[in-house]
């Protein structure tokens, strides 16, 4: 199954990207960039990651979420990822990704997180 990117609004100034399926090195996957960066350029600067539906990532899938959490922040925003559980959250801790963006156990927790801050 190929990366599917949906995106929505949860609160005013919060919106989630719903990843779901394979993270890999592919034209899907290397839609999460460029995504983000529209988002930004519409002034959205709190950003959730929802990895609940990713059943495989890679390197380039990591890099994919690191390049992008990076740019958010250099915007002034704010990021986290959630739902992220199994052989996806080992990959993630592993690579240590987790220590550079934060994780949260669901999106609402993810929400109440970069709303407290």
Known sequence: MTLSISTRTIE?????????????????????????????AKGVRKII??????N???SSGMGQ?????????QSGGRCQVAG?????LD???ITRIDSVVP???TVEEAAAALKAA
């Open 65 to 73: 979420i690191a390049f992008s959490a990076s740019k958010i922040v």
């Open 56 to 58: 495989y990532v890679d």
């Open 49 to 54: 990651f929802d990895v609940a539906g990713v």
């Open 12 to 40: 005013p100034d919060v919106t989630v990207l719903e990843l779901s399926g394979r993270m890999t090195l592919s034209r899907e996957s290397n839609q999460v960039e460029p995504m983000v960066a529209a988002l930004l």
């Open 103 to 105: 994780f949260a156990d």
């Open 91 to 93: 990959v993630f801790r």
């Open 84 to 88: 992220a559980t199994g052989l996806v």
